[in-house]
């Protein structure tokens, strides 16, 4: 007769103990090999790993397997679920990431090296990374339901133990990657295709002087070239994406995502290790395991300043259950149960793709004022230290120049024993960049450029009346040519004056006023609307009557409204005649404009630099609306 394993084992007692244990020392290890405590690493990696290991064999001696994977599937599924909704919860800012995660450079770069396959690629996902997006939010949110409540083990554990190797192989190539190493790439260039025929000439003349460049094969088809680069480094894993730098300040660095990675693959390993005794959740079980998934799961919704999860792991929870409890021949079953919560997550994608996320985290959110994220950043500190290095055991030693302790050693004297090596800049405080990068948003517009649209605003006239500066007339006295230069630049070494007579103070163009800006406009003003697209090729036409008619109504009521768009200025112009749309229109870096939103076009409300409301094409609201709730 086979044995009926219970959660109890030998002893329930015993058992619940070497579970804290075993996450205990789990706890330790990992923690150990955080930076914060490098001093103590040893303690803590040491005793850590003895506590794992002792638990480990006391539960499986006690027959403990079934708890401790108990335990895992809980956890497990909560973090699942949870972090699968932040994914889903804005799918094209995770389709981003794995857009970086797919350049040639990035995480192809691996399989290059590893398998010694330069022409290896993953660029072609590149346009289906929304697609793989979504997928991977749906398949993380159904396995997180379906390990809590027992469904189709054997294949969720195997799926879980296949997803968290690959996304721990993700993160420890992001934690690993040094961008100054080198890997051979391999491409092959058509000379059917014009752009790539051209790319493939430009190779060709760069491999006569770039020993880094090396034509492979050249035919009438096609150009192979390998090259030495660089690796593409992602310096950010995107595993809780914007959600962290906007609850508690920053998000993961790529170590502390490897460890958590290696943390829930530990977990994970528990679970699959005990896939043949775990069964379906009775009755009995769900009434336990659901209310603490629960509870765990607002711990982490509290962390993210976000309760969204908790409504939507209780109805995804209680309606795989109710599908399975039906009994139906189709989809009475747990296959039933991954497709109920397949349709919840989809329903949950789908509106936030269609009207932007539910929560959000980034830097333009509704209610934050503008001016105070460009300064909350941290320049760091760095120091210059020397770098000595001892010629017989080859240890180094790190000094400060400037410091008693350096010039108390004397060791640029001792030649015979040390050997300065070189000098680094080491990072004291950690740099963090502020969550508005005023490089980066610098709504501009050349000055040659400008069209009566903008040329109307007040904040441009300003700006322009620095554009004639005091200047000189020169006249060369030998060949009578006449010059026109700023009086700052004026000198007598380049302009001698047996060589150069001055003829008389004029008004010159001033060069370092190329383009006005209105961001200082946009973070001041009393009221202004601001229009955004990400790119006036993809721009959306559907939506194209209702902001004609809002900048109407915006210009009748003087209220200022302005189009900020990732494109050139001749894309610009073009647009604007096509669509007969006269509305002062300025340049900024796409990236930048796609924190801004995902949609395009969309809509920014801003008061005294406060964003007062946010809406996608989709959800344009009146001018009426927008006078009567946001702008009073």
Request: charged share 20%.
């Amino acid at each position: 007769m086979k044995a009926t394993h219970t959660i109890s084992g030998h002893s329930f007692l015993l058992n619940a103990l070497f579970v804290i244990l075993n996450l205990g020392g789990l706890t330790l290890t990992t923690i150990g090999f955080h930076e914060h405590f490098e001093a103590h690493k040893l303690l803590f990696v040491c005793i850590g790993i003895g506590l794992m290991l002792f638990s480990a064999v006391a539960l499986i001696f006690f027959k403990g397997r079934l708890m401790i994977a108990t335990v895992s599937r809980v956890i497990v599924g909560s973090l699942f679920i949870v972090s699968g909704l932040i994914k889903a919860n804005d799918p094209v800012g995770f389709s981003y990431k794995l857009e970086e995660y797919f350049e040639d450079g990035a995480l192809a770069y691996r399989i290059k090296e590893f398998f010694g396959s330069p022409g290896f690629s993953l660029e072609y996902f590149i346009q289906h990374a929304l697609l793989l997006s979504v997928l991977i939010c749906i398949a993380e949110i159904v396995l997180g339901v379906l390990v809590i409540i027992g469904g189709k083990v054997k294949l969720v554990s195997w799926s879980l133990v296949i997803m968290m190797l690959f996304f721990t192989f993700l993160t420890w190539h992001t934690s690993t990657c040094d961008g100054k190493k080198k890997f051979v790439d391999r491409d092959t260039y058509s000379l059917e295709i014009p752009k790539e025929a051209q790319l493939s000439d430009t190779k060709i003349d760069e491999a006569k002087t770039n020993k880094d460049i090396k034509i492979i094969s050249k035919n009438s088809k096609e150009v192979v070239v390998e090259e030495l680069k660089s690796p593409q480094c992602v310096t950010d894993c995107g595993c809780f994406g914007d959600a962290m730098k906007g609850s508690v300040g920053r998000s993961l660095t790529p170590k502390e995502s490897l460890w958590k990675d290696i943390v829930l693959l530990y977990l994970v390993i528990w679970i699959f290790a005990a896939q043949g005794l775990v069964k379906a959740n009775n009755v009995r079980q769900n009434w336990i395991y659901i209310p603490i998934s629960i509870l765990l799961i607002s711990g982490l919704s509290w962390v993210f300043n976000w309760y969204f999860p908790i409504l939507f792991s209780i109805i995804a929870l209680l309606a795989s259950l109710w599908i399975y409890r039906i009994r139906n021949k189709f989809i009475g079953n747990h296959y039933g149960s991954a497709l109920i919560v397949t349709l919840l997550c989809s329903i949950f994608i789908w509106f936030v793709l269609k009207y932007d996320p539910l929560r959000d985290y980034r830097a333009y959110a509704t209610g934050n004022y503008l001016p105070e994220l460009t300064k909350n950043g941290n320049p760091g500190k760095f120091q210059s230290l020397l770098v000595y290095k001892n010629l017989k055991t080859g240890a180094t030693k790190e000094y400060d120049g400037s410091s008693k302790e350096f010039m108390d050693s004397k060791i640029w004297e001792k030649t015979k024993e040390w050997k300065y090596e070189t000098m680094i800049n080491k990072e004291i405080i950690p740099m963090i960049l502020p969550s508005i990068d005023t490089a980066q948003f610098n709504p501009v517009r050349e000055i040659n450029q400008l069209s009566a649209d903008e040329l109307s605003m007040e904040v441009v006239k300003k700006q322009l009346k620095n554009r004639k500066i005091t200047g000189l007339l020169l006249e060369d006295i030998l060949t009578k040519e006449k010059i026109e230069i700023s009086e700052i630049e004026y000198n007598v070494e380049s302009y001698p004056i047996d060589t150069y007579a001055v003829l008389d103070t004029i008004e010159v163009e001033n060069p370092d006023l190329t383009e006005v800006s209105i961001r200082n406009f946009l973070f001041t003003a009393p009221k202004v609307l601001v229009l955004v697209s990400k790119s006036l090729k993809e721009f959306d036409l559907d939506h194209l009557a209702e902001i004609k008619t809002l900048v109407s109504k915006a210009k009748k009521a003087n209220v200022p409204i302005v189009f900020i768009v990732g494109s050139s200025s001749d894309e610009i112009e073009s647009f604007k005649k096509k669509h007969n749309l006269h509305v002062p229109m300025f340049m900024n870096d796409g990236t930048e404009l796609k924190v801004i939103s995902r949609a395009n076009p969309a809509l920014m409300v801003l008061k005294h630099g406060r964003v007062k409301g946010k809406y996608t094409g989709n959800s344009l609201p009146t001018f009426n609306w927008i006078q009567t709730n946001l702008l009073k």
